[in-house]
């Protein structure tokens, strides 16, 4: 529906009320060993309403794109709203009154044909097989997600935009004397197919350095556990700020019990540490992830969550930024028509620094460079642990032999006070998903960080 068949339907209301009409594709192929094991497009789309009266929220949605949808799903927003005013108590707070409008198509290509991914698909496996023929297997998956959005609500907040990403997965494993040792490369960024998937020889590059680091792994050796001074890349660094920093500054989980709401103005860092969620841009470039107004009509800003190690504050919707006396930073998102926005991350970073890497190296007479990470968990005391599936080992400021999967943990707030060097590198992921009850696209990185954490032994 467009937004002046919503805000017809909108006008219904007397309470605070949004109104989200949506659509989110999808489309995965992937290929085994150069055989298509997956094709797999997707499509949904629906609209909800979300109610807004004396403290209590009503949410409802449905597939029906059309007036009578509206109002159906309107009407079941508004009954249950005022279920819950009563059930939770009747409260007199008003919500934060700020609009926005913003208006976003997308200018790139566009779509890769099915015929057109497969054939990419097939000639980059024969490339990898000329190249890394001793591979014991090589898996190749493109994911194109896109979400579609038009927005209105009774503040005067009007949005249309569309939010394309292709990802693109390589997954190669060699066998070394009867054990299999297995890695997995990740490329992508905002974007349509034809966008991203110009030609496979751009990809060679980092084919050939995941194919040593698969070779240097599959003959490396078990890591020593215990507290080691280590490096983290900017893909572990970015991980470890999302889920160890970034879920615990998350209002709701603050108002949940989280740790984080014990530290705004206490240091929590080293003074080398500075970590923001991005809305949408950095130093003048637009993120992976650029959200410019999120779901519940709000302008999306910056979040400031670390600043020269000391906490800052959080990110929040409406409802949590009125609550905590801040103001709010668009962080309400859905991922699906019939999800209700939730406050999640954008674009996670921690900033660069001044060091070299490989003076960071040279500072380590024992202890690790960890390189990639697996799945990975942290709860709200910014406890995490999270799995290591490439690195190598530091002897006398030099790297030794690559290591197997192993673990790092630690807890957050106190790992990051150990920093003691940050590099000038950058580097954002463009392939994560958030979890939070609901799938979201994030994005999140930084630099390489020197520091002390707990690894997991053999």
């Known amino acids: ?120 698909l097939a000639e980059l496996n024969a490339l990898v097989q000329k190249n890394f023929s001793d591979l014991k297997s090589v898996k190749l998956i493109i994911a194109f997600h896109e979400l579609e959005k038009t927005l209105v609500n009774s503040l005067g907040s009007e949005a249309h935009h569309i939010l394309p990403r292709t990802s693109f997965y390589t997954d190669f494993s060699y066998e070394h004397e009867g054990e299999v040792s297995s890695l997995m490369g990740f490329h992508g960024d905002y974007g349509r197919t034809a966008d991203i998937l110009t030609n496979p020889e751009d990809f060679l590059e980092n084919l050939e350095t995941q194919y040593k680091q698969v070779k240097d792994k599959a003959h490396g050796i078990h890591a020593q556990g215990g507290i080691k001074d280590c490096i983290i890349s900017p893909e572990v660094t970015g991980v470890l700020a999302h889920e160890a920093i970034g879920h615990p500054a998350e209002a709701d989980l603050v108002k949940a019990g989280s740790v984080a ?128 599936t490439m690195g190598y080992e530091i002897k006398n400021g030099k790297l030794g032999k690559a290591i197997k999967d192993t673990t790092i943990s630690g807890v957050a707030f106190e790992m990051l006070k150990t920093v003691d060097m940050v590099s000038d590198e950058f580097h954002v992921g463009t392939t994560g998903f958030c979890g939070k009850k609901q799938r979201m696209i994030v994005s999140h990185g930084g630099p390489s960080l020197k520091c002390k954490v707990h690894v997991g032994g053999r």
């Open 261 to 388: 709401g014990n530290y705004i103005g206490e240091k929590v860092a080293s003074d080398l540490v500075t970590m923001v969620d991005y809305a949408h841009t950095y130093n003048s470039k637009e993120l992976p992830v650029p959200v410019y107004i999120d779901d519940e009509g709000v302008e999306a800003v910056d979040a400031p969550l670390i600043e020269d190690g000391v906490f800052k504050g959080f990110m929040n919707n409406r409802e949590l930024a009125k609550h905590y006396g801040h103001l709010p930073t668009g962080n309400a998102r859905a991922y699906d028509y019939s999800d209700e926005p939730l406050i999640r991350m954008r674009n996670t970073i921690i900033h660069p620094g001044k060091s070299k890497l490989e003076d960071m190296i040279g500072a380590i007479e024992d202890g690790y460079y960890f390189i990639q990470r697996s799945n990975g968990q942290a709860d709200l005391t910014s406890e995490f642990m999270f799995g290591v």
């Open 1 to 120: 529906m467009d937004k002046a068949s919503l805000k017809e339907i909108l006008r219904q209301s007397d309470h605070y009320c949004e109104l989200r009409s949506q659509q989110n594709k999808a489309h995965v192929l992937a290929f085994l060993n150069g055989d298509l094991v997956q094709n797999q497009e997707t499509s949904d789309a629906g609209l909800s309403c979300r109610i807004y009266n004396q403290g209590g929220w009503g949410f409802a949605s449905s597939s029906l794109r059309s007036l009578e949808g509206a109002q159906n799903v309107l009407s079941k927003a508004e009954s249950n709203a005022a279920f819950m005013a009563k059930i939770e108590g009747q409260s007199s707070m008003e919500l934060p009154q700020n609009s926005f409008q913003y208006e976003r198509t997308y200018s790139g290509k566009g779509n890769l044909t099915t015929k057109e991914q497969v054939e990419f």
